[in-house]
């Protein structure tokens, strides 16, 4: 089953928070999908979404993305407690 990318109410799920998760999650809610965040270590969800704000924010100042797309992209971020929480 094909999906669209482009859908509104598409949402990825990402579980651990480290470089990888983060750069995954930075990228898809750049891209317009919200996110849900969750990490086994305790604060590591909430570390990644502060690090993916000042890369969003570091964008912005350099012009690749406007201030407006910047905020937009870490608004679609959400920390969820586990996987059982990213459930539709």
């Known amino acids: 089953m094909p999906i669209d990318v482009n859908r509104r109410d598409l949402t990825v799920g990402v579980i651990g928070t480290g470089a990888m998760g983060r750069g995954i999650a930075q990228v898809a809610a750049a891209g317009g999908m ?7 270590r305790a604060g590591a969800a ?3 979404r502060e690090f993916i704000e000042k890369m969003l924010a570091r964008a912005a ?3 690749s993305i406007t201030k407006d797309d910047a905020a937009g992209a870490i608004n679609r971020i959400r920390i969820v407690g586990g996987p059982a929480d990213m459930k539709p």
């Open 34 to 40: 919200q996110v849900l965040m969750s990490d086994s």
């Open 46 to 48: 909430k570390e990644a």
């Open 61 to 63: 100042e350099k012009g």
